[in-house]
Nanobody, 117 residues
Framework: QVQLVESGGGLVQAGGSLRLSCAAS????????MDWFRQAPGKEREFVAT????????AYADSVKGRFTISRDGAKNTVYLQMNSLKPEDTAVYYC??????????WGQGIQVTVSS
């Protein structure tokens, strides 16, 4: 199993920045991808960004492209989400997810990000 713990959320004004971290423990050697999702009140959980565990490949939702950057530190088994130029519509609970073969996913507990206008 893989355990994931998010940190770095909080309250920020529009235009500000936050960096989320997701620390993985357990069978981390089996991970091949890590993602960030978010869920706003009354809405479905949506994809935000993904990174291969090698770090070679990344992808972003159109809504965050150019503002958010996903990265990872293999030595620390940690994935980051740098969020710049935050907007009120970025307000949500953010979740990290780790993928292991085959099509098995582990989720973190989620962390609140609130962007005030």
């Amino acid at each position: 199993q893989v355990q994931l713990v998010e940190s770095g959320g909080g309250l920020v004004q529009a235009g500000g920045s936050l960096r989320l971290s997701c620390a993985a423990s357990g069978r981390t050697f089996s991970m091949y991808v890590m993602d960030w999702f978010r869920q706003a009140p009354g809405k479905e959980r949506e994809f935000v960004a993904t990174i291969s565990w090698s770090g070679d490949n990344t992808a972003y939702a159109d809504s965050v492209k150019g503002r958010f950057t996903i990265s990872r530190d293999g030595a620390k088994n940690t994935v980051y989400l740098q969020m710049n130029s935050l907007k009120p519509e970025d307000t949500a609970v953010y979740y990290c997810r780790a993928g292991v073969p085959v099509s098995v996913y582990y989720w973190g507990q989620g962390i609140q990000v609130t962007v005030s206008s």
